[in-house]
């Protein structure tokens, strides 16, 4: 349903405009690094069957307001809301099982395990939440079997049983996004996963997300690459100086005055 | 359905089926680990081993666990009502208990004696301190509910607290020195006294000399007793093999111990902190056994014997009868008091030595190197310092320092033999210096006399003198890792304690 | 009589039943060192722990009547291992969990402190005394006769080496096999990230210290039943053995910590055979320093990531 609604752009009765009904909501979270406001009182929402693209200028905080979400990082204020329930008390592991995923900016495989071990591991990981299933959960074929199938569908699976140590970073960026995936997470959090692809590769994972998408999760992307961006997102918060400036659909955000002068100018500026 | 204070704080109601269950489990756990070793006492019978039982101390601390943990419970979702009544009950009811004889007469003692847990009753009272310290934290959180204190905060309040005590320490220090001077004259102190107050200024001076490796350097040494053990040996043989008087053989022995810490530190110093820490232990302990077993040079296990006492700096001897006495040439009474008196000044002089030399060598380059050096070392060897020259440094100089004090425990005891310098003896010394906070000066003269005054004053306290050692390395380093009274001088500051420890990961 | 095939054969057998117990507890440094990066200086204590328990279980069982040999060795096997486990799970809960992500040397100067306070609390409650035992299994065959001496392998030898095979090799399946195995590799790499794919990260590690004192209290077990009796101080010497065991074989390597543990149980019997049984414990020391100085990384080590 969610994929018709996504494609007709037929709304009804939705919280967010042009957003879907909110799975997660993000409340006035604020983090600083000593005396430095990475991410200031920011706010925001995703739904299901939709795209929310994060962007902003370097040191924005994006990824800083990723790692909070997930409580990598402790923030001083604010609150995360996944599907009604609140996740500030709950450690990464839980918020995790709970429905989050999110992929590493920069990659962190683990490195003495093949690209399938990583991606199987991520399937099979709920079951250490128990000692005992920890202990006796010995058959993995179901979470290799499901690893496999993500594996070709990122168009990595040629690499399955290579170390990461040695494959280039666009595989990386991919291995990272096929972990987070085999979670089947309610709401997948990208930081950056097009960084490291050549264009023609670019083009067909944001296809991919796009899919992944209409398929039910829900997608917090942040990306640099504002063409593709464009093209799949159905939503966008702009971050600057860890504000949220602007946001809503994207044509219209692109549009505002202070979204071209604080991020577009200044990326220009740093271009030339 | 959730109540907020005027402050803010939200009081959630209260899910009692949850904290019975966590209270419960503690509850579970606590008898797991007492039901073995606590329920039943392995005794010495003829022939073998034989066991009794002590179900009721079981019993009691499991009780205990459980109600304590409520009690934590219950103060952590801020609602300390039942905690203000509950603790002042135990706390009197423990009192009772403890002062039944004095207060009630020995019959009721007696009477009592069945119900109350415990043979000894320290353990008792240390019920009723953790009890009082519960009751403490319930008064304190009623009085500020809001002020739930984060992480952060506390640290930048215990770092003032630091600091005044760093900034007090200014006029204390010259304080507690003239108290110290002016001690053996006083009327209370007697020989037991004095004998005290050598016993803690030795490890003070012990203290502030590891603090020179560990507070200053950031070296974790674990053995560093071998060198203590190197200068009373080296003392030893020195005095009795060559007749050597006191005076000559100090600073050899000194030299010794810091060859030694130089020699053992050359080839090591330049490992990672956690195994340096390891290979100083195994110094240590190998240090021991081979005075242990060098039976032509050191004694073996019977130790070396009939060490010369100190003169006065060679002019007079401390004896009844002799050509040149010290109370003949002044003119006193004998009194054996006389050579107490001469060897605390003497340790009170040599502490002193070490403490000057360390304010000194705090403003020299050299302490900033070792500060540099604690916190990275890649970049120091960019800066050009040379790590290794840097630490050895530290270390021998650390060395040589419980080489004087090894000096004066042989002279002071007449005998030494390796018993004295076993790993524990390190662990005590390591103990003053994390319990005085890491290189602070007056952290280790509070530390050394909580740690060594105490139980010596009160001998009952003897037994669990190591337990609690234990138990305060512990619980500072939970509390306060960098050190209880560690204080920075404001260098620059750039991230918090959390921050800094994000920016690594 | 030391230049004798027999001589030698019986060192060995003294060096293999001794480095079976090594092994056993250098696995839980070495597992320890390799997920939370601290040397968990209380481990030895751990051991002591699971002979007391031991022995109590033993007297207890003695007292109950309880004459078959191997019911009571394994009533003994499973009450050790439960509750000494629960030891290891209570100190990383309590005194290791709250410093996480502290600089090493604070979690290790805790964990002398927990060691300290372990020794002196068992002290306390059992006495200082030496806790003799009778032997439980006696007897042995004969392996070898040169003349008059005689080269036996004890039923007690036999039993430490098999059941340290065996727990071996169970440990090392269950690491290669189990999801706890996975998640400990996972959170040996990159804790945040294994957080990050669902592991359950404490617990994990709650599991790798209720593991690696298992195995310890077995040599804890195995050490009373060998030696015929133990004291609250055999966890110092133990201890810093068995973590020279792990160093050697390279610490964070599991097949190395069992080398190292049969190493070290080799050159002490050794070097006490042909040399002096006074400088045995110089011996294990000296190999302690001179492979942390020239080989930090051991015999089967990695070569060392520094990770926070
Ligand atoms: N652990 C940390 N400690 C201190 N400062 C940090 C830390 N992490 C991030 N920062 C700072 O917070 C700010 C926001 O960083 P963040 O990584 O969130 O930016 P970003 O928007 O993801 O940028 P980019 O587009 O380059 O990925 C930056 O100024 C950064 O230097
Ligand atoms: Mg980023």
Known sequence: MSAQAAATGDMPQSPIPGGGVPIITVDHLTMRFGGLVAIDDVSFQAATGRITAIIGPNGAGKTTAFKAVTGQIKNHAGSVVLQGQSLDRLSTAARVRAGLALSHQIVRPFRDMTVLANVTLAGGSAKTAGPWSALFHRDRRPEEAKAVGILARLGIADAAQALPGSLPLGYLKRLEMARALALEPTVLLLDEPLAGLNHLEAAALADTIAAINREGTAIVLIEHNLGEVLRVCQRLVVLDAGRVIAEGAPDRVMAEAAVQQAYLGRREASHA | MTATTASGITVRPLDVGAMVKEAGITALVIFALSAALVGFETTDIPGGIGINTRFDDVAVVVILGFVGRIALVLLRQHRPGPVLIGAPLMAVAMLLMLLAEPLFGPETAVAIAPFVPFQDPVVLWGLLIVTVIILVRAVLSRRHLDSEETAEAREVRMDSIAAQVQRAARFLGPLLLVLAVIFPFMPMANRQMLDIGILVITYIMLGWGLNIVVGLAGLLDLGYVAFYAVGAYSFALLATYFDYSFWICLPFAGLMAALAGVILGFPVLRLRGDYLAIVTLGFGEMIRVILLNWYEFTGGPDGLSGIPRPSFFGIAEFSRRSENSFHGMFGLEYSSLQRIIFLYYLILAMAMVVNLFTMRIRKLPISRAWEALREDETACRSLGINPRNTKLTAFGIGAMFAGFAGSFFATRQGFISPESFTFIESAVILAIVVLGGFGSQIGVVVAAALLIGLPEFFRELQQYRMLAFGMAMVLIMLWRPAGLLAHREPTIRLFGRGGRAEAES | ?308
Request: net charge neutral; charged share 10%; aromatic share 12%.
């Open chain 3, 1 to 308: 009589m030391q230049d004798t095939f027999a001589y030698f054969l019986d060192q060995l057998i003294n060096g293999l039943t001794l480095g079976s117990i090594y092994g056993l507890i250098a696995i839980g440094y070495t597992m320890v060192y390799g997920i939370i990066g601290m040397i968990n200086f209380a481990h030895g204590e751990i051991f002591m722990i699971g002979s007391f328990v031991a022995i109590i279980t033993f007297l207890l069982l003695g007292i109950a009547g309880v004459t078959w040999i191997p019911l009571a060795l394994l009533i003994v096997l499973i009450t050790s291992m439960v509750l000494t486990s629960i030891y290891g799970w209570a100190l990383e809960r309590v005194a290791y969990r709250p410093l996480r992500g502290s600089p090493r040397l604070a979690a290790l100067i805790t964990a002398i402190g927990m060691s300290i306070f372990l020794q002196n609390y068992v002290q306390l409650l059992q006495g200082a005394r030496n806790k003799p035992m009778q032997p439980v299994i006696s007897g042995g065959i004969t392996v070898l006769q040169d003349q008059d001496y005689v080269v036996s392998l004890s039923y007690m030898q036999m039993m430490i080496i098999v059941v340290t095979l065996v727990l071996m090799t169970g440990f090392t399946l269950m690491i290669a096999r189990t999801s706890l195995g996975r998640a400990q590799r996972a959170c040996e790499q990159d804790r945040n990230m294994a957080a990050l794919i669902g592991v359950n990260v404490d617990r994990t590690i709650s599991l790798t210290f209720v593991v690696g004192a298992a195995l310890a209290s077995v040599a804890g077990m195995m050490f009373l039943m060998y030696y015929g009796v133990i004291d609250f101080f055999i966890g110092f010497l133990a201890g810093i053995k068995a973590f020279t065991a792990a160093v050697l074989g390279g610490i964070g390597s599991l097949p190395g910590a069992m080398l190292g543990g049969l190493l070290i149980g080799l050159i002490e019997a050794f070097w006490s055979g042909y040399f002096t049984v006074e400088y045995k414990d110089v011996a294990a020391f000296s190999i302690l320093v001179l492979v942390l100085v020239f080989r930090p990384t051991g015999l089967l080590g990695k070569p060392d990531i520094e990770k926070v």
